[in-house]
């Protein structure tokens, strides 16, 4: 960004000189000529000329750019503040004795024990909601997580709708392109998802559908969700509460300029489209 931003001063500099000398060349001395005004004195020599054009150029220019940086750099350190602050809060949630993940893990284990014993469909829900509570709390430590490992616990997270909805449940989950080692904001995908099961857990034993696709191409991501139609969708797309309200906030903070999220309500069908450049992430 810096290399074409000189690059681009620099051409426009030559650009407003050659307009500039046009002007004194052939448009000036007519418009003295029509005023009856004496003539310019001759310039000095054409390279002097131009040293001169580009310093007064580059005075202007800088004035105005110092301007422009100050403003992106004050919203710029209000935006480390907002990350530093969560980052605190998370941490501060993280120490908290009540929820060491050690107390949890252990927890889980023996209600999975029992539930092998009296309920073995059960032990299968717990052993997955033990997967995703332990990786939701561990993403309070950082600002990103893999990509494949996110991916692992959606595929988690439907298979425990799956479980607990039964025949009535059509849940799945399509990735293309190279995951790698590519990483991504916490708290993006996952409550995405979480969102849509949220809504369609109050359908009354209807039966509904959710696919779930991402697609990686670089360091673009396109993460899309369809779903059936939820019985209430006021609070999809409006209020300060909703996931989605709270998730573009943290976009705009974390990928600013550089993320596309919209939410398309449909007759029987509910559209959630995520665009995200990974490459662009603002790390505090």
């Not at 220019?61 to 809060?89: F, P, R, S």
């Not at 988690?156 to 190279?178: R, V």
Request: glycine share 6%; aromatic share 12%; charged share 20%.
């Amino acid at each position: 960004m810096y290399v074409r931003m000189v690059l681009l001063w620099l051409v426009f500099a030559i650009l407003g000189f050659i307009v500039y000398h046009a002007y004194n060349m052939f448009v000036a001395p007519h418009i003295y000529s029509y005023y009856g005004l004496a003539p310019m004195g001759k310039s000095g020599h054409i390279i002097s000329a131009f040293f001169f054009f580009f310093l007064t150029f580059n005075m202007e220019g800088c004035m105005a750019a110092a301007i422009k940086l100050g403003k992106m750099w004050y919203i710029k350190k209000q935006e480390n503040d907002v990350l530093t602050y969560q980052k605190e809060k998370m941490e501060a949630f993280i120490h908290n004795g009540n929820t060491e993940t050690a107390f949890l893990f252990h927890t889980f284990s023996r209600l999975q024990e029992l539930s092998l014993v009296k309920a073995p469909q059960i032990a299968g829900m717990i052993a997955r909601l033990q997967k995703i509570t332990l990786f939701t709390l561990s993403q309070y430590q950082h600002t990103q997580v893999d990509l494949a490992k996110e991916v692992q616990i959606l595929q988690e997270l439907i298979d425990l709708q799956k479980e607990g909805f039964g025949e009535n449940a059509h849940y799945n989950i399509e990735c293309s392109g190279e995951l790698g080692i590519k990483k991504i904001a916490s708290f993006i995908l996952l409550p995405l998802a979480e969102n849509i099961f949220s809504q369609l857990s109050h359908t009354d034993g209807t039966s509904t559908e959710v696919l779930i696709k991402l697609n990686i191409n670089k360091d673009q991501l396109k993460y899309e969700i369809v779903n059936t139609k939820p019985p209430q969708t006021s609070t999809l797309t409006n209020g300060k509460r909703d996931t989605i309200y709270q998730i573009k906030k943290r976009l705009n903070i974390l990928y600013p300029g550089s993320h596309q999220l919209s939410v398309t309500i449909e007759p029987l069908l509910m559209k959630t489209c995520l665009r995200i450049d990974l490459s662009s992430i603002i790390i505090s």
